[in-house]
């Protein structure tokens, strides 16, 4: 093909310079020959550095966390064998995370005479190539599109890409290896992001019906989710609270989504799950705006939520329900918006807010005293800043974790699909997103020996997060659930791992005043990434893990 006056780029520059152009600086992948050419392509841009995992799902994991910091992350893989990113798929479309996924493929001259070329699945095929792959990410993801075509790529590009910033889901792109150079046509235009706008009528109805409920109660209260983290929303629905000095509740996946030093902030809010003084201010409520929460099992403590179905208020990125009344095209963006206009006319003194159980408070270690979960938590809290970042696993760093004060949109993890082995990667991928804010991840054992392998890009990136491994001996998580020999897992010497990977301080800390030396030296140090390994007690469980235990136990033993 000979370039036009208008043909002014090739399909994979064309693709780097959108992504760039979103605000990607970073791409995380495993090289494979299917899509070297386009890794090239990566390592050559000015503008984005290429960022080698061990294996494409945790490729996926470090994008996810990119992305709920930056707005976007980006994961490259080859074909066939990169589908173990399927996991961090998943977990990105249900937790609403703009996650795009590129994978390179067999050429499609080289299709044309060959079809059984390795790594093709070939289950699903055209004549164009082996689709697979495609069928299979298609239930994973929002949109999807194959840039086989000079003439449409671009075009499916920028409809990919504002598929996946639209929804703020997973999206797709496969690239096969003989179209990377291909030239095409630069279009030479900005993709532009535009919202549904609301139906006009509907969403003064809308608001003026908030507005009448919430002035006729007594004890309103918000319970905000991470949707509003992924729209952007925190300050608008921050002002409103504000405003009318309405207390604020957040779901697990919208932990931090204000911050939690916030007088108005009152604790996350799980059901049965939550902790006292959260419940006692929901017993209370007579109206609840619910923004932007996905009502699982988790977010609702396994659906032990008490929500008066009459006066509550529900809006997220697909609805809108006031009571029993389902407006239609009203979107999320514009009711919060609207409500950041809404000033009450109160008649009733404001409702106190209880003060949180947990606030930060000075450590002070019991002399030789062997550790527990509730005291490493409460050292863990003693030492955060404002800047720090907490990323945790799944089971009691996940549960106990949530109980963390942090600042606004500092807390990552994997808080419904829950899927162990999201810490590490998750805490490299947030510090190449945010490298200025240090990164503490806290992850179970179990977790850890799935995806410690990513601390290798600790040391090749020389990134400094501090890792707390809390060694309960197991799957802390499945104990009071049923035991078995199934939940022990092996006992690494993990304080030794550094030798390993030749970088990094590793320490074994089993006493109170040990894990507080430790924490003290790794926060008093950067430029090198700590691992603190902490002894527990098999049987040692934080109260929301217990909480969790009760209920979910329930449902596992059939009782």
């Given amino acids: ?49 290429f960022i080698n995992t061990t294996r494409e799902s945790t490729a996926g994991y470090m994008a996810d966390a990119y992305a709920r910091l930056r707005g976007i992350g980006v994961a490259c893989i080859t074909y066939g064998v990169g589908i173990n990113i399927s996991n961090a798929l998943a977990q990105a479309y249900v937790e609403s995370s703009p996650l795009i996924v590129i994978s390179g493929t067999v050429g499609t001259d080289e299709f044309a005479q060959h079809s059984a070329m390795h790594h093709m699945i070939n289950k699903s095929m055209t004549s164009h190539g082996d689709t697979t792959q495609l069928e299979i990410f298609k239930h994973l993801t929002i949109d999807q599109g194959v840039l086989d075509d000079p003439k449409t790529a671009a075009e499916t590009i920028d409809r990919v890409l504002t598929a996946c910033l639209l929804h703020k889901k997973p999206v797709y792109l496969e690239l096969p290896r003989n179209m990377v150079t291909q030239p095409i046509e630069d279009p030479q235009s900005k993709i532009s992001i535009q919202y549904p706008q609301s139906d006009k009528k509907a969403l003064q109805e809308a608001l003026e019906e908030t507005k009448k409920a919430l002035q006729s109660c007594h004890h309103p ?170 990323v945790t696993d799944v089971g009691d760093c996940l549960f106990a974790g949530a109980d963390l004060i942090l600042s606004h949109n500092a807390f990552l993890a994997c808080g419904y699909f829950a899927s162990l082995g999201f810490g590490v990667p998750g805490a490299i991928g947030a510090q190449i997103a945010d490298p200025n804010r240090r990164v503490v991840a806290i992850v179970g054992d179990g977790g850890f020996q799935m995806t410690a392998t990513e601390l290798s890009a600790a040391v090749r990136y020389k990134l400094d997060p501090i890792v707390i491994v809390l060694n309960n001996h197991g799957y802390g998580t499945e104990r009071p659930l049923i035991e078995g020999t199934y939940n022990d897992i092996v006992d690494w010497n993990y304080s030794e791992l550094p030798k390993l990977l030749g970088g990094g301080i590793g320490i074994k800390a089993e006493t109170e005043k040990a894990f507080e030396d430790a924490l003290t030296n790794a926060f008093g140090q950067r430029g090198t990434f700590y691992i603190i390994e902490v002894d527990l007690d098999k049987l040692d469980f934080s109260p929301s893990l217990h909480r969790l235990g009760e209920l979910l136990g329930k449902l596992v033993k059939g009782k």
Avoid at 6 to 25: A, I
Avoid at 27 to 47: A, Q, S, T
Avoid at 285 to 295: K, M, R, S
Avoid at 378 to 386: D, G, M, N
């Fill in 1 to 49: 093909m000979t370039l036009t006056s208008k043909s002014t780029t090739t399909t994979g520059q064309y693709l780097l310079d959108r992504l760039n152009s979103l605000g990607v600086e970073h791409i995380f992948g495993v090289p494979g020959d299917y899509v070297l050419r386009l890794d090239k392509m990566i390592e050559e841009h000015k503008k984005i550095k």
């Fill in 221 to 390: 209260i918000i319970w905000a989710g991470h949707e509003i983290l992924r729209y952007g929303l925190s300050k608008s629905l921050l002002n409103f609270a504000e405003m009318n000095r309405i207390p604020v509740v957040s779901s697990l996946l919208g932990k931090t989504v204000i911050d939690e030093t916030h007088p108005l902030f009152v604790g996350l809010y799980q059901g049965e799950m939550s902790s006292d003084h959260v419940k006692e201010v929901i017993k209370k409520c007579d109206c609840i705006i619910i923004a932007g929460v996905l009502l699982n099992d988790f977010e609702t403590g396994f659906f032990t939520t008490k929500i008066d179905q009459e006066h509550h208020i529900i809006v997220d990125a697909n609805s809108l329900s006031i009571g029993n009344h389902h407006y239609k095209n009203v979107s999320l963006i514009d009711f919060i918006q609207g409500l950041e206009k809404i000033k009450l006319n109160l008649s009733h003194p404001p409702f106190h807010t209880p003060k949180m159980a947990n606030l930060p408070t000075k450590f002070i270690p019991n002399g030789n005293t062997h550790t527990t979960i509730k005291r490493v938590f409460e050292c863990i809290q003693s030492h955060l800043q404002p800047s720090n970042i907490v």
